[in-house]
């Protein structure tokens, strides 16, 4: 798609001086997985804006590769993050010193400066998602309506010195105490655009509060430890949407110096950390931090699941977008070695993709990525973990903003699902025999 192009710091800089701002006419978006490229009428100059984009030195770059995971896992090790696959090519996130390696390995490929290509206006009917100060007093709501079985607490805090909650339902055990009961996990938000992965899990928590009379639920309530954590990242995501704005943020806020802000919480984890599928360089979305769990929002999860290692027995992660369903190992293409577990892991995924028609499918099938949540808490605990990749679909359908539609359509294409794994965190074992509840 288009000849090799040498794009230097100083021609990206002038590039980013002056040009017209462009926002998708679909809904308001971006993306995780497969897409498809937009045509020339799906694209349209907004209205000037009351407030300038923040200068943004990262490109978009669109490359044409061979569909397989082998090629997808060169670009991602290079730097560049991935986060449209379809058509033949695969869009993605660098730098211009990343763009330049590029050409360098002789690949055909176009770059443009980010903020060209995405520059979103926040639509006022994205008010139904929820920022930090909203999420810590809906979390507090649930906590005050049900305060005999759901308690609220932090389990660490950001850089910038926000709390991270969690929201705990259990009938016999509040906040830290320690309980005998069979638990899971529930996570959202490690990547700060993926704004719908806050949503999902807060949804789930509603639910399961608004629905405690129903005999299903009670049982799920009375017989399990439910933990949810609806934002690991919250510094990212205040920052994703500083100024009214999208800006396509995906890291945390560590200062790296030279300009470069953030570390991709979902490379920092312990297990096989700094491998395929991340990046040592600061200005990488897929920077995995200067070593593993550097970062206070992952060492956070690690010392929650590090507590709690002896009963918790599920975890998923939510993200956005592609709707698939993952599970380890994502740092190689090797299947995990216990052929028992491996067995588990195929028949969940299988049973909760005919729940919510996403795609499962071992992790690195899309491509290499060590470092990651899911692997670390199977790789180090033995804890089935999950990671969901929620609507739309492609990148072109919504991708990272896909509008106020997209919670309730995520959220119902995604409650059998978590109610089966609440009910099967018993014994993951059995998901052989199990088809949901």
């Known amino acids: 798609m288009g000849l090799p192009v040498k794009i230097t710091p100083a021609k990206a800089a002038a590039l980013l001086i002056g040009l017209p701002l462009i926002s998708l006419a679909a809904p308001d978006n971006f993306f995780d997985g497969p897409g498809q490229t937009p045509s020339s009428h799906q694209v349209q100059i907004p209205k000037a804006r009351s407030k300038p984009i923040i200068e943004d030195p990262r490109l978009w770059i669109t490359i044409p590769l061979p569909n397989n995971k082998e090629a997808r896992s060169a670009i991602v090790n290079l730097g560049i993050a991935i986060e449209d696959v379809g058509g033949g090519n695969v869009g993605g996130v660098g730098t211009p010193r990343m763009a330049e ?134 510094d990212g995501v205040e920052w994703d949407i500083r100024d009214g704005s999208y800006h396509m943020h995906r890291k945390n806020k560590r200062a790296n110096g030279r300009g ?56 998923l992660s939510f993200h956005a977008f592609s709707e698939l369903i993952l599970y380890p190992w994502g740092h190689s293409y090797d299947p995990i070695a216990d052929s028992k577990a491996l067995g588990a892991y195929e028949a969940m995924a299988k049973n909760m993709a005919g729940m919510n028609g996403y795609t499962d499918q071992q992790s690195s099938e899309l491509y290499i990525a ?35 539609a997209a919670v309730q359509t995520a959220f119902h294409a995604n409650i059998r699902p978590a109610l089966y794994l609440i009910d099967i965190a018993d014994n993951p074992y059995r998901a052989k025999a199990h088809g949901g509840i």
């Not at 990547?191 to 799920?220: D, G």
């Not at 360089?281 to 290692?309: L, M």
């Open 101 to 234: 390696e590029l050409r360098q390995r002789g690949y055909s490929f176009t770059a443009m400066p980010l903020r060209e290509r995405f520059a979103l206006d926040f639509p006022a009917e994205d008010s139904i998602y929820h920022n930090y100060e909203r999420l810590d007093k809906a979390l507090e709501s649930l906590a005050s309506s049900a305060p005999d079985f759901v308690s609220k607490f932090p389990i660490g805090q950001s850089h910038e010195k926000k709390n991270i909650w969690a929201l705990r339902l259990n009938t016999t055990a509040a906040h830290g105490q320690k309980s005998e009961k069979p638990g899971i996990v529930f996570m959202g938000t490690h990547h700060a655009r993926e704004h719908l992965s806050t949503e999902v899990p807060l949804l789930l928590a509603q639910y399961l509060v608004e629905n405690k009379q129903k005999p299903n639920i009670a049982k799920l309530l009375n017989t399990r430890d439910i933990y949810i954590i609806p934002m690991v990242n919250p």
């Open 370 to 404: 060590s470092g990651d949540t899911t692997d670390w808490a199977w790789g180090a605990h033995n804890i089935f973990s999950f990671t969901f990749e929620l609507t739309p679909k492609n990148f072109w359908d919504g991708g990272f903003y896909p509008g106020a």
């Open 260 to 315: 470069s802000i953030g570390v991709d919480l979902n490379r920092n984890y312990g297990h096989e950390w700094g491998q395929g599928g991340s990046s040592p360089d600061p200005d990488s979305d897929i920077y995995r931090g200067p070593e593993a769990f550097s970062e206070p929002e992952t060492q956070a999860i690690k010392n929650f699941i590090e507590q709690r290692k002896d009963n918790i027995k599920i975890l």
